[in-house]
């Protein structure tokens, strides 16, 4: 299986569990939910690309065949997949 669609699944997987949880946790509506909702969810997606960043950086320091570049894809995916699910998220 390629690395890519590997890592990339799983971080998806990730995002999509707490994107769940954040917004059944939050379970409030209203103006102040849903600004509650955007904050936790930009902090966790902001938390989540940064550990992608920092494998990368350590993928690259192994000289790992192709990880790295994975890695970095992954971020890339995580923060713009990440970054449409904290919008819609909170408009729901």
């Given amino acids: 299986m390629n690395p890519l669609k590997k890592i990339a699944g799983i971080n998806l997987a990730v995002l999509l569990a707490y994107s769940i949880l954040i917004r ?3 379970g409030g509506s209203g103006k102040g939910g849903a600004m509650g909702i955007l904050i936790i969810s930009a902090f966790v ?3 989540h690309v940064l550990i992608c960043l920092i494998v990368t950086a350590a993928a690259y320091g192994n000289k790992s065949k192709g990880l790295d570049r994975a890695w970095f894809l992954s971020s890339g995916i995580v923060l713009l997949v990440g970054f449409s ?3 819609g998220n909170a408009s729901l």
């Fill in 85 to 87: 699910t904290c919008l």
């Fill in 24 to 26: 059944v946790a939050n």
């Fill in 45 to 47: 997606i902001g938390i």
